[in-house]
């Protein structure tokens, strides 16, 4: 079956600083993958997602960049985070675009 | 602009009410509509609703979709301190990504 890791659960990180966040998938081969930022009270934002190694689209520009440096791996960076970085970061799988995702865990983001 | 909306935003209930969430979505090249409930942390998956008037059930829950009016309702019967969660409603388009609604927080009051 199918599991996805994602870590850390939480982080506290100064502003400016960076930030990885890593989210790996196993069980299955080329997926689709996600990650979405969820404000407090509010709904799932999409902010990258990938169709394959190496591709990587971005849906809100922002200062934060991805990276899929292996099938089932994919990372969430920031060179300097901001304030308004922090949130609740979720990254999900899909195999392929018409079929439900499943999300891993969440790793909630402090700002300070 | 692709936009799914959901009503209420917030609910709270009694144990053993029955609740009726909504989903409504304007997309373009919809192909289906998920359903999640998020408790603490990972949304997880419950439905995922392609044809018209068909419904799902699980347990006591239950989910239909109407592609005509662009809609989806989310039924729990009986409800349990365990059902207080968010409800999130997705809509898929063909080819693309999911387009997600603000949620509904459900809470079940013992």
Same mark, same amino acid.
Request: hydrophobic share 35%.
């Given at each position: 079956?199918?599991?996805?890791?994602?870590?850390?659960?939480?982080?506290?990180?100064?502003?400016?600083?960076?930030?990885?966040?890593?989210?790996?998938?196993?069980?299955?081969?080329?997926?689709?993958?996600?990650?979405?930022?969820?404000?407090?009270?509010?709904?799932?934002?999409?902010?990258?997602?990938?169709?394959?190694?190496?591709?990587?689209?971005?849906?809100?520009?922002?200062?934060?960049?991805?990276?899929?440096?292996?099938?089932?791996?994919?990372?969430?960076?920031?060179?300097?985070?901001?304030?308004?970085?922090?949130?609740?970061?979720?990254?999900?799988?899909?195999?392929?675009?018409?079929?439900?995702?499943?999300?891993?865990?969440?790793?909630?983001?402090?700002?300070? | 602009?692709?936009?799914?909306?959901?009503?209420?935003?917030?609910?709270?209930?009694?144990?053993?009410?029955?609740?009726?969430?909504?989903?409504?979505?304007?997309?373009?090249?919809?192909?289906?509509?998920?359903?999640?409930? #998020?408790?603490?942390?990972?949304?997880?998956? +419950?439905?995922?609703? !392609?044809?018209? =008037?068909?419904?799902?059930?699980? $347990?006591?829950?239950?989910?239909?979709?109407?592609?005509?009016?662009?809609?989806?309702?989310?039924?729990?019967?009986?409800? #349990?301190?365990?059902?207080?969660?968010?409800? +999130?409603?997705?809509? !898929?388009?063909? =080819?693309?990504?999911?387009?997600? $609604?603000?949620?509904?927080?459900?809470?079940?009051?013992?």
């Amino acid at each position: 079956s199918q599991t996805i890791h994602q870590w850390p659960a939480t982080l506290v990180q100064p502003v400016g600083s960076p930030l990885s966040l890593e989210c790996t998938v196993e069980g299955t081969s080329n997926p689709n993958l996600y990650w979405y930022r969820q404000a407090a009270g509010r709904g799932l934002q999409l902010l990258f997602y990938s169709v394959g190694i190496g591709q990587i689209s971005s849906e809100v520009p922002q200062n934060l960049s991805a990276s899929r440096p292996q099938d089932r791996q994919f990372i969430l960076s920031s060179k300097k985070l901001l304030l308004s970085d922090s949130g609740f970061y979720l990254c999900a799988w899909a195999q392929g675009f018409n079929t439900e995702a499943f999300f891993g865990q969440g790793t909630r983001l402090t700002v300070v | 602009e692709d936009k799914v909306v959901q009503s209420p935003l917030s609910l709270v209930v009694h144990e053993g009410d029955t609740v009726t969430l909504n989903c409504s979505y304007e997309v373009t090249n919809f192909r289906s509509l998920l359903w999640y409930k #998020q408790e603490k942390k990972a949304p997880t998956f +419950l439905f995922m609703l !392609t044809s018209s =008037g068909i419904e799902k059930k699980s $347990g006591r829950l239950s989910s239909i979709l109407d592609k005509k009016e662009l809609f989806s309702i989310l039924n729990i019967t009986a409800t #349990q301190t365990g059902d207080s969660a968010v409800y +999130l409603c997705a809509g !898929t388009l063909y =080819g693309q990504n999911f387009v997600f $609604g603000p949620g509904t927080r459900l809470s079940v009051l013992p």
